[in-house]
């Protein structure tokens, strides 16, 4: 992974995209799109992709990750409660015995795995809670390293507390000074609730003065009381940060009485914040207190999205101390959160492809992505007819573009079945579009 070809030309045809048009093809040049529309004109020996009326949409993008402890499941024992807190105490069993080449080789090929599947946009949260800071040199050293196939944003995350760990604020400014981009935070871990509103409120100043975003795992917990969302966004309009500010989890909100809610949305609103919501980290991780009924823990998307606010899904975690399981897969992070947050609508199902391609770019503030003329030649091509196929599929990645080339390649899913009358490939899981019949 240290050199790339420059920007290539490519010209997509007969594909369909996420709104719904159908037979566009789409025309890159050095990199980046010029065209979208039916039957285009490209350069004599323009190389071609045909989508043969698949699904072509923007890639996926990962806006809430940590990926200096992923891949690091069983190290260096495994969460037998399953809890949060479990989890980061054995994250701290496990921080001493890091080392940078470690770090670096599981992020690398966690990397390799998002390419195949079509993530190219990755916000990850790196702990700066250890005096070495050895997790933000090694992720600092793999954005270099990967951001030719693959754009990596990183967030100071102050894991064992701002406030409540000696030291953090030095740590998070030194993590800022070495190039981290974005401001992290979680204010439901400091000692008590006007600790955590204290850490907001000095995290959003650090961030003004620099001119930075803000990222902030927030009100990760059961607790109806954990109220921490509310001084981050009333921090955000203080401040001037409208658009800048996202609260990650939110996870109390679900537990909240609704007449607050209904105050504190609006609140959200007029700050403009983001929200991430993690639905495979928080149904796995919230409830693990309750009795019959268990809460789901995930906060409230339909509302917030009905509030207009921008809210993604992220991936969380992948095979680390709170979770064994993942494989960046943004549609199995899309597929849970529809089924969580009951979102089975037919727009309210296409919002939930959104939560994992564009809303999350906005978020980031990536600027050139999207399947529009000007933005950079990104986009995957799946094999579905259409966003709510592709989440009920799980679709293979048939093709990953970066840049007007393509960097990863899976071959279509197929089954062949035998019940007698000779083998008959069928394809596997099945397309259901247009009337069309799988082979039974
Ligand atoms: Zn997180």
């Given at each position: ?99 940078h ?32 800071l050895l997790a933000v040199d090694a992720l600092i050293e ?36 070495r ?262």
């Amino acid at each position: 992974m240290t050199t790339f070809p420059p920007a290539q030309d490519l010209i997509v045809r007969n594909a369909s995209l996420p709104d719904g048009r159908r037979a566009q093809d789409i025309l890159i040049l050095a990199g980046t799109i010029k065209a979208i529309g039916p039957a285009l004109d490209a350069p004599e020996a323009t190389p071609v992709l045909d989508a043969k009326g698949d699904l072509v949409a923007p890639p996926f993008v990962d806006a809430h990750f940590h990926m200096d402890s992923a891949l690091s499941y069983g190290l260096p024992r495994i969460n037998a409660s399953g809890t949060l807190l479990e989890g980061i105490a054995l994250w701290g069993e496990l921080k001493p015995e890091l080392t940078h080449q470690a770090i670096v080789d599981r992020a690398l090929a966690y990397c390799d795995w998002a390419i195949g599947r079509g993530l190219l946009a990755i916000r990850s949260h790196v702990d700066i809670c250890d005096p070495r800071l050895l997790a933000v040199d090694a992720l600092i050293e793999v954005r270099e390293k990967v951001a030719p196939w693959l754009t990596l944003q990183l967030v100071a995350f102050p894991q064992d507390g701002f406030l409540r760990a000696q030291g953090s604020r030095e740590r998070l400014i030194a993590a800022l000074d070495r190039g981290v981009d974005v401001v992290g935070g979680i204010p439901h871990f400091e000692r008590t609730m006007a600790q955590g509103a204290e850490s907001v409120r000095a995290l959003c100043e650090i961030a003004a003065e620099r001119g930075l975003r803000v990222d902030m795992h927030c009100d990760e917990s059961d607790d109806p009381m954990s109220r921490h969302v509310e001084t981050l966004a009333a921090e955000t309009t203080r401040l001037g940060l409208e658009g800048r500010v996202t609260g990650s989890h939110l996870t109390s909100m679900h537990s909240m009485d609704s007449y607050y809610v209904s105050k504190l949305i609006a609140l959200m609103a007029e700050a403009e914040l983001g929200v991430i919501a993690n639905p495979l980290i928080n149904i796995t991780l919230q409830g693990r207190h309750d009795g019959y009924p268990k809460r789901r823990g995930m906060t409230r998307v339909p509302e917030l999205l009905a509030a207009g606010l921008t809210v993604a899904f992220g991936h969380d975690c992948v095979m680390d101390p709170w979770y064994g399981l993942g494989s960046a897969d943004m549609l199995e992070v899309a597929a849970m959160g529809l089924h969580v947050a009951q979102m089975t609508g037919q727009s309210a199902m296409a919002e939930c492809f959104s939560a994992v391609t564009t809303a999350p770019a906005k978020l980031m503030g990536l600027d050139d992505y999207g399947l529009m003329p000007g933005c950079r030649g990104d986009l995957v091509l799946l094999q579905a007819g259409d966003p709510v196929e592709a989440l009920r599929l799980r679709a293979t990645r048939l093709a990953v573009v970066r840049g007007g080339r393509i960097i990863a390649r899976t071959p279509a899913a197929t089954a062949t079945l035998d019940l007698g009358d000779g083998d008959r490939p069928t394809l596997n899981p099945v397309s259901w579009r247009g009337g069309e019949r799988p082979g039974f």
